[in-house]
């Protein structure tokens, strides 16, 4: 068993293909998915796609839509939903937008704070944003969550999984020059690994610039793997195990 704990299949673009997506995953033995809320439309479309057995959702305001306002409230009442897993995806992106930091990290620590109140775990959103986020993160004693699509350095994938945090790997570590994707996801601890393919984005090797879809998880297995020197079996059973510790399913 595989488990995709990062797919946005609540954007427009997968609406009309749900059951062909899920058998293509089902074929590729990947039985539970991770649907992933980014804003108010993607957190309610992910609730309501959790009507498919093996799919749960998580539901957050995504930092590259933080101009929209953050509604506690809202959250609070999704979280209720038996099948929403996580607040998520949240956190700081300094890759496409720098001048509003203080709102992201506003947005962030508010969902931060709800989260420790609930009791549930994060997915957290990093790029180009590595110290932000630790600094922010550190703050949190007892915080759970996975620090997806990870692509900083191994020093910073330890730094992380010290303050108790998971690490999410996906296509980017297929792709033959990503050499720091390659090393984090060989060399850190097993049961803090956890596969993902933020589908539609990232599609791994051979599909690298097409559309990414949960079948694809298998891929990402196939490639740990290979750099840990260990079976697929043992890389899907383990990852699934860390993911049904971490989110409860």
């Known amino acids: 068993m595989i488990i995709d704990t990062h797919a946005h299949l609540n954007i427009d673009e997968f609406k009309d293909e749900m059951p062909e997506i899920l058998q293509r995953a089902s074929d590729s033995d990947i039985q539970k998915i991770i649907v992933i809320g980014m804003n108010a439309k993607a957190n309610q479309r992910g609730i309501e796609l959790t009507q498919y057995s093996n799919l749960y959702a998580t539901v957050g305001i995504h930092p590259s839509d933080v101009n929209e306002g953050l ?9 209720k939903h038996e099948k929403v897993v996580a607040i998520g995806e949240i956190g700081i992106d300094l890759y496409w937008v720098k ?14 704070d709800l989260a420790m109140a609930l009791n549930y775990p994060v997915v957290i959103h990093m790029r180009d944003s590595a110290q932000e986020i630790y600094d922010v993160v550190k703050s949190y004693p007892g915080l759970k969550g996975v620090m997806h699509c990870f692509s900083a350095d ?9 303050l108790g945090f998971y690490i999410g ?65 043992n890389i899907s059973n383990q990852t699934s195990q860390n993911a049904m510790r971490l989110f409860h399913i």
């Open 71 to 79: 509604d506690i409230d809202m959250l609070q009442a999704q979280l």
């Open 99 to 112: 001048d509003n930091l203080p709102l992201q990290i506003e947005v962030f620590r508010k969902q931060l």
């Open 154 to 162: 191994l020093d910073w994938a330890l730094k992380f999984i010290d």
């Open 169 to 233: 790997i996906g296509g980017p570590v297929t792709f033959k020059n990503n050499l720091t994707a390659k090393e984090v996801a060989k060399s850190i601890p097993i049961e803090r690994l956890l596969v993902e393919t933020d589908s539609p984005y990232l599609a791994p090797t051979p599909h690298r610039g097409k559309r990414n879809e949960p079948a694809y998880t298998k891929l990402v297995v196939a490639e740990i793997a290979r750099l840990r020197g260990d079976s697929i079996e």
